[in-house]
């Protein structure tokens, strides 16, 4: 069974940084698109990056030059190193695995960016 958990959320001033981690288990890891999704009150939930498994990456254009998704396969951990920080990207952010028509999802960690 998968399972995602994300941890590293946390209420941050503009400018600052903060970095989300997803431990993932239960799926083959290194075969799967990993990716970060953020969700904010009254929105639709939207792709902030994901990385495949090949390593390549893609970012949403909102966060480009400002954050960076990473992974380490042998950890089963995705990472999403978030610098500049800005109130606009205050919202539950989540990890989602991807792959083999096959999609999970963690529960969400919040970040708040307000001064």
């Known amino acids: 069974q998968a399972q995602l958990v994300e941890s590293g959320g946390d209420v941050v001033q503009p400018g600052g940084s903060l970095t989300l981690s997803c431990s993932v288990s239960g799926i083959t890891f290194h075969l799967y698109t990993m990716g970060w999704y953020r969700q904010a009150p009254g929105k639709q939930r939207e792709l902030v990056a994901e990385?495949?498994?090949?390593?390549?990456?893609e970012y949403a254009d909102f966060v480009k030059g400002r954050f960076t998704i990473s992974r380490d396969n042998a950890k089963k951990l995705v990472q999403l190193q978030m610098n500049n920080l800005e109130p606009e990207d205050t919202a539950a952010y989540f990890c989602?695995?991807?792959?083999?028509?096959?999609?999970?999802w963690g529960q969400g960690t919040q970040v708040t960016v307000s001064s």
């Open positions: 989602n695995a991807f792959q083999f028509g096959q999609r999970y």
């Open positions: 990385i495949y498994s090949t390593k390549n990456t």
